[in-house]
């Protein structure tokens, strides 16, 4: 019995440490090229698209709150946005996700 536990354990060779190294190093440039590198050049949009933003672009909300600038303040970072006339919100900067589409509101 002894000696058949011999023989069925394998002997560690070099490679196997050098295979367990690479199989590390190719998942994480996975999860680069696919989970972080995209998800930086979304942030850098968004962000481009924060300071190019005027009084008067449609916007859209983190919460999803269609509206139209009003006054821009980049100082304190503040945005009054109007959602229907005579209805005005006041919403940080960093919640503005996007400018919206016309065509996307044409449609409904």
Known sequence: MNFLNILLQA???????LMQIGMIVLMVVIFY????RPQ???QKD???AREALKVGD????AGG???TIRELNRETMIVV?????GVKFKVDLNSVYAVADNSA????
Do not use: C, D, H, L
């Open 11 to 17: 002997p560690a060779s070099a490679n196997s440490g």
């Open 33 to 36: 090229f696919f989970i972080i």
């Open 40 to 42: 930086s050049k979304k």
């Open 46 to 48: 968004v962000q481009k």
């Open 58 to 61: 449609k916007i859209i909300t």
């Open 65 to 67: 709150i269609y509206g």
């Open 81 to 85: 946005i109007e959602v229907w006339e």
């Open 105 to 108: 509101k044409k449609g409904r």
